[in-house]
């Protein structure tokens, strides 16, 4: 079997979903597999090594990267977002990924891969201008979460919920007002937000807040909800996301109700596993729907959760094992 390392951007959600369980899949399959952020220099040192490099585009990793190409190292570079697309509210990002510079060297590392894997179809078009050999490989679940009961309130309580990071204020820039107006007019619901405090401003006796959670398997564990909801702008930047929140709920059985944007349309099964909002007043429609009709609410969930079985780091390690050894 071959030796392959991951070489992950961060230690949260990117890096777990896109090297961390990758290489759990992998190992699983008969590989010898590591990650880290720091290349260990028996790694740099093995010319057999596999090398799937996760969005370098920095200066020092950029030298190394292109050194390794240089010596005919075969590596893969793994991108999850459309960085060339990037939102201006999310200033950080923005700014760092718009410096020509840095545009300059996530082409050039593209470029010298055997390979790039993405999430979804609309990445892979963007990366095929620089790199013909892309492959799709959409985000995959632990295994375990399909087992695993979220604590919700059995005490009459009906929670909504959302989680993620401080990258998403376009998106609950258009959700917020009609979410809140949902709560104001359906006593017996709360709403959980889970990393970033967008709901500010609600009132406190129906609201929770958990700070961000960096370690993902902890984050699953904290998802509480009855009723998922995942606000995405149509925005060119969105286009090209993958509908992890959706999986992560169905995973867990929980219905979800997201914005009939691109990734969520591509994954959600309008009215059998969650509901697609294509309008502000569909966001308190289908939520009350929810809310009201247990029934619907453990058969949306238990199909969303039938739904997950299919993408699961067990069913998708063939395909990263396809796309990282060919």
Known sequence: MTEIFGWPADETGCGYYRIQLPMQGLAALGHT?????????????????IIVGQRIATEGPTELWQNLAAEGRHLVYEIDDDLWNIDASNARAHKFFNDPDVQQRLIRNIQVAAAVTVTTAPLAEQVARWNPNVHIVPNAVPDWLLDHQPPQRDDGTLT??????ATHQMDWDQAAGPVRQFLRRNPGTEIHIIGTPYMTGT????????????????????IDYHIGIAP????????????????EAGALGIPVVASAVRPYEDHIQHGVTGFLVRRDHEWGRHLRALTHDHDMRQAMGAAAREQARQHTITALAPAWEKAILR
């Open 33 to 49: 597999t590591s990650y880290a952020q720091r290349m260990p220099v028996a790694v740099r040192e093995n010319p057999d090594t």
């Open 160 to 165: 909504i919920g959302w989680g993620g990071s």
């Open 203 to 222: 009132d406190p006796t129906r609201s929770r807040f958990t700070p961000w959670v960096p370690d993902v398997e902890t984050w699953l564990k904290t």
């Open 232 to 247: 995405l702008r149509p925005h060119i930047f969105n286009q090209a996301k993958s509908a992890i929140k959706a999986l």
